[in-house]
Each structure stands twice: as C-alpha cells, then as structure tokens.
C-alpha cells in the first residue's frame, strides 16, 4: 500500500465550495461541495480515481505529488 499526498486548494465559489488539486486539476481533479467539508470530501474521492487513473496508465505523477511507502495522517487545522 503506497499514501499519496498533494496539495489541495479549498474557497468559496458564490453558494458552494470549489476544490483542486492544482497540479492534477487538468486531469479532472476539481469538485464542488455545498459546506467546506463537502467539497474536502469529495476531492479525495475524485484525487483517487485520477491517480489512480495515472497508475494504470503507467504516467507520471506531478512533481509535488509525495509517495510514501508507509500510511500517512494528514492534520488541517
């Protein structure tokens, strides 16, 4: 099992929540949540399904994309 960790960017869009994964956002890595935590949620499901995209498909991931071989705890505060 490999943790694959990124950079996502969270902001209000007029009545919802956008989220991105800048570097991945070109391949589909953007969502939309009606409360902060929503949009939060629903962008590690759609990261997954790109990197995972990217794996079958043997291409590199971005430069600030971090692989660890290890399980990884991600703290926002």
Do not use: C
């Amino acid at each position: 099992m490999k943790s694959y960790v990124f950079p996502v960017v969270v902001e209000p869009d007029e009545d919802v929540w956008r989220a991105y994964v800048p570097e991945l956002e070109s391949m589909g890595a953007a969502t939309w949540g009606n409360t902060k935590d929503e949009a939060m949620r629903n962008i590690q499901e759609v990261a997954q399904m790109v990197i995972e995209e990217l794996l079958e498909e043997g291409k590199a991931l971005p430069p600030s994309v971090t692989v660890s071989d290890h399980p990884v705890v991600a703290v926002t505060v």
